[in-house]
């Protein structure tokens, strides 16, 4: 028997349906190894040695491949055909190395780029090695992803605080986010003016001709800047005579655009599907691994995770075939069309996305498909059949027009174009969003040069000009592989990354920097400049396809950057507090300090008069404040400074909402450094609750408030413990909480409104998951009752890594030990180590207590400030 290693279960059910009894397929459910989150995973000054962790359901199943393996006759590696499918396969490999059960067992490793029968057969028909300079290239993306995120994301933290992170790929994307926000807020509106004549032929057919000259002089766009220059054109048009002076109509063609990429299909499957970067790739995926279609399990479309244009030669044949079929042989053209990428360091390793089997079209599979997948496909189906077919054949016409009144002279131009033959627009339609120099085309009358037309009506539109549109995810990952920022398979990730980091929002598909956004991409700009510098970060992930391609060793790369980048943030270590305040009031003074109407200085305190605004740093982030505190305590939180006309969230002062129907006290909204909130009664005792998120000023009422001010709301007794089920507004959102455990809830509404039944089944959910708080993690393993005082002895998965738990013992498992193969034996050792080190509490020890508690948590903090660095991808 061969043993097959997969990915996913999915890709692995299906090829199971292609192999034979003399194969075993299973699935690594990706990757099975990571860098812990923690110093030290990659050290420098052990020329870059990597540490790696398994988490516990890794661990089981990487203790099911083990157990196969030692039946097995030959181990294939067949994950996805990417750098990171090789990589998985190189991690699986290393894990059985040192469980020592591969032996002198045979390995092979295959790639297939569609998972169709004949695919995978022909694949494992020819094996290879595992490629090393792809595994290479693997570990210097990870190691210089760990290495910047684990360096510079404490610099953040401690010049910075509120700040989350700050990573090699996800910095760059989100300072193109902001830049463009800048760009933005710098915009100065113009008016301008655009005049047209509405004109007919002879034979009364009625056309448009926009002005383009006045009085022997060309017209810009933005030349017409008055009310009265327009008005002085109108008149002497209204009373002129206009006459064809040339008619010219030019034969075009418009070529096909090659199959989808990675990043073209999120682009196309934003603007015509409304489908997020996520959305996409996860649609594309189930297309990818396999679909049911009448009994056959197939997959629909290739690898999903390519920035590659071309097509195999089979399937060149297969969508000839189809077109002739669909379209007519009118719509085949005589050979085969080659494409060419034009992308930043794109490497074309994988072909382009395409139909595995062009016969299956969009309406033939469309029962077996959910809406999603239906509409995914069809756009696959359409652009790579279009890629393959005849160009369009389109007939332009110009017609150059010339208005005569007296001495005063104008030139107009109708432009307008008829497609002649459809070629491949018969499949896929060019969408404006994909190809922004396509305008709607107009179809002119008959125009004879020379024929005097008649005026119907001129027309004089104001226009002003427009900043240029924020990012949505479609465009600003175009922009990123224009520039040669990331990969096909990290463009959804770091998206995501942004928004859950709060750094960027979308709003009607639109990306929208936040406030913490561009406070961090600020600091970066003037502190970290040459690390979120696009070219910077372009060279280097060209020195990463280099590793790839074996022309670079990838510990030279890393000494190269490690050098230049730990030196310089050392540097910046010992810059001070107020010296990061006075780049940043600069940098973003306009978001800061916005202009006032009245044109007075932006900075001036609105409470006290005299003293000056200023960015400040507290616990939880940046926010404005008085240059005069304490006598001043004017502050309003970064970002969320209104128009400018008041310093106070759009707050001119408290606002009194009402009385507490008990206590009689005052409810008043007022404005902080952190925000909007509602406030019950003055001085220490009186009670406050912030706004939820969402929740705007001007929409809170006197109910609102006291139902915020209620929190947390008893829900009810849980029928099972007979204890109270509460819901309340945390710093993480809207929760439930019963016995000491958490449960997140979906809105701040379901807070006021959930029931207790609702809240039942909500928490008994996330207790099955593993819940939030003090829940007990679930048993990986049972070894048995303790010898001497009985009591279950199991090993469980804690937050910082497996351990044996007996009663109230906790004991950590060695570094390097798989959790599910620890025995009896070796668990009372640890636990009879625990408790003698104190891990159970013992009588005398009673005085002491909180010495040891305090030392305790002390130390749990400096755990946690260290986990919380975030990797970036």
Known sequence: MDLVIVESPAKAKTINKYLGSNYKVLASFGHVRDLPPKDGSVRPDEDFAMSWSVDSPSSKRLSDIAKAVKDADTLIL??????????????????????????????????????????????????????????????????????VGFTLSPVLWRKLPGA?????????????????????ERFIREDYWQIAAKLSTPRQESFEARLTTIDGKKLQKLDIKSQEQADDITAMLEGASF??????????????????????????????????????????????????????????ITYMRTDGVQMAPEALDQARKAIGAEFGERYLPEKPRFYSVKAKNAQEAHEAIRPTDFSRTPDQVRRYLDADQARLYEIIWKRAIASQMQPAEIERTTVEIVAENGARNAGLRAVGSVIRFEGFLAAYAIDKDENAEDEESRRLPEIHEGEM??????????????????????????????????????????????????????????????????????????????????????????????ISDGQLSWKEVLRDFW???????????????????????????????????????PRACPRCG???????????????????????????????????????????????????????????????????????????????????????????????????????RDVGQHPESGKMISAGIGRYGPFLLHDGAYANLESVE?????????????????????????????????????????????????????????????????????????????????????????????PAAKKKAPAKKATTAKKTTGAKKKTAARKEE
């Open 243 to 300: 006459r064809a002076v040339s008619v010219e109509a030019k034969p075009t063609r418009r070529n096909p655009a090659p199959p989808f990429t990675t990043s073209t299909l999120q682009q196309a499957a934003s603007s015509r599907l409304g489908f997020g970067a996520s959305r996409t790739m996860q649609v594309a995926q189930r297309l990818y691994e396999g679909i049911d279609i009448g009994g056959e399990t197939a997959g629909l």
């Open 78 to 147: 067949a994950t996805d055909p990417d750098r990171e499918g090789e990589a998985i396969s190189w991690h699986v490999l290393e894990v059985l190395r040192q469980k020592k059960v591969l032996k002198d067992k045979p390995v092979q490793r295959v790639v297939f780029n569609a998972i169709t029968k004949k695919a995978v057969l022909d694949a494992l028909a020819h094996p290879r090695e595992l490629d090393a300079p792809l595994v290479d290239a693997y570990l210097a993306r990870r190691a210089l992803d760990y290495l």
């Open 453 to 546: 037309q008649t005026r119907e009506k001129i027309d004089a539109t104001k226009h002003t000009t427009e900043p240029p549109p924020r990012y949505s995810e479609a465009s600003l990952i175009k922009k990123m592989e224009e520039l040669g920022i990331g990969r096909p398979s990290t463009y959804a990730a770091t998206l995501k990354t942004l928004e859950d980091r709060d750094y960027v929002t979308i709003e009607k598909r639109k990306l929208m920097p936040q406030a913490k956004g561009r406070l961090v991409t600020a600091f970066l700009e003037n502190f970290f400049e040459r690390y979120v510098e696009y070219d910077f970060t372009a060279d280097l992930e060209e020195k990463l396809d280099k």
């Open 610 to 712: 005299s003293g000056q605004l200023s960015l400040k740093l507290g616990r939880h982030g940046a926010f404005v404040g008085c240059s005069n505190y304490p006598e001043c305590g004017f502050t309003r939180q970064f970002g969320e400074a209104g128009n400018g006309e008041n310093g106070e969230n759009g707050l001119d002062g408290d606002k009194v909402l009402g009385k507490d129907p008990h206590t009689e006290e005052e409810i008043t909204l007022r404005s902080g450094r952190f925000g909007p909130y509602i406030q019950r009664g003055e001085g220490k005792e009186a009670k406050r609750a912030g706004l939820p998120k969402g929740w705007a000023p001007e929409s809170i009422d006197i109910e609102k408030a006291l139902a915020l001010l209620s929190l947390p």
């Open 750 to 842: 379901d807070v006021f409104s959930i029931g207790l039944n609702r809240a039942v089944t909500v928490i008994a959910e996330k207790q099955a998951k593993g819940g939030r708080g003090r829940s007990t993690p679930t048993a990986l393993k049972e070894l048995g009752d303790h010898p001497d005082g009985g009591g279950k002895i199991t090993v469980r998965d804690g937050r910082y890594g497996p351990y044996v738990n007996h009663g109230k013992v906790n004991a950590t498992l060695p570094k390097g030990k798989d959790p599910m193969d620890v025995t009896l034996e070796e668990a009372l050792e640890l636990i009879a180590a625990k408790a003698s080190k104190g891990g159970k509490k013992k």
């Open 563 to 601: 050098q230049d980048f730990s030196g310089h943030v050392d540097e910046i270590k010992e810059l001070r507090v107020t010296n990061v305040l006075d780049a940043l009031n600069e940098e973003l003074a306009p978001l800061a300090f916005p202009a006032k109407e009245d044109g007075s200085d």
């Open 164 to 184: 989350r992170s700050a990573g090699r790929v996800q910095s760059v994307a989100l300072r193109l986010v902001c830049d463009r926000e800048a760009e933005i």
